[in-house]
């Protein structure tokens, strides 16, 4: 089974600096791991994903996050932020067998002041 | 590409009527169909995986008989909330898969408010 921690359901950030939502999950098979993005009322957007391959992935909107195995941690990053950033953002995890259920975190809701 | 689109967006009802919402992924084939409920400030719980032809598999604890699910096409399933009551209001969010895809697709929801 897999599962997913997401550190402070809260965090605030100055418009410019940096982003840093943690994520860190729980699997026994190799994850494909995945941040979304939801404003209110809204269905969720995918922020970038991780399969295979390089580590590091970039996703739109400036974001990234690397996939640490060692420290089984997905942490999203981005250098500056936006007003427009403020959303909650899920982190999700599923594998590459049977349904690929996606496993969510509870969330953090970045807000981001002028 | 890659569109789901979820209808009505808003719906509200009375208590023990029953209520369908639809998912329909525009631009691709969907084998695989997800539905999922979020309540307020809580993060998405799955409530079923729906395979097209074939019937859902609903989560534990989900209600099958109260959370009807028909995957009957391969753009179109539908979630039938039956004799709706006031817990049952939430929001409701539909994803989408193609085949051998490992991205699900989210629709943009449907508030249901049970009266």
């Known amino acids: 089974a897999q599962s997913v921690t997401q550190l402070g359901s809260h965090v605030s950030v100055s418009e410019g600096a940096l982003v840093l939502l943690r994520c860190n999950y729980s699997s026994s098979v190799p994850p494909y791991l995945f941040w979304y993005v939801q404003y209110p009322n809204q269905g969720l957007q995918l922020l970038l994903k991780?399969?295979?391959?390089?580590?590091l992935v970039k996703g739109i909107n400036g974001f990234e996050a690397e996939f640490k195995k060692s420290e089984t941690s997905f942490h999203l990053t981005k250098p500056s932020a936006h007003m427009s950033d403020a959303a909650e953002y899920f982190c999700a995890v599923t594998t590459f067998t049977g349904f690929q259920k996606l496993v969510f975190g509870t969330g953090t809701r970045l807000l981001v002041s002028p | 590409g890659a569109v789901v689109s979820q209808h009505p967006s808003r719906v509200i009802c009375k208590s023990g009527t029953s209520v369908k919402i639809e998912c329909r992924s525009l631009d691709f084939q969907a084998t695989t169909m997800f539905w999922y409920r979020q309540f307020p400030k809580k993060s998405l719980m799955l409530m079923a995986t729906?395979?097209?032809?074939?019937?859902?598999?609903?989560e534990q604890g989900v209600e099958k008989d109260k959370f009807l699910i028909n995957h009957a096409s391969l753009t179109l399933s539908t979630l039938t909330v039956t004799s709706a009551h006031p817990e049952d209001s939430s929001f409701y969010i539909c994803s989408a898969r193609g085949q051998g895809s490992n991205e699900q697709f989210f629709g943009p929801g449907t508030r249901l408010t049970v009266l």
């Open positions: 729906s395979n097209e032809g074939s019937k859902a598999t609903y």
């Open positions: 991780y399969t295979t391959g390089a580590t």
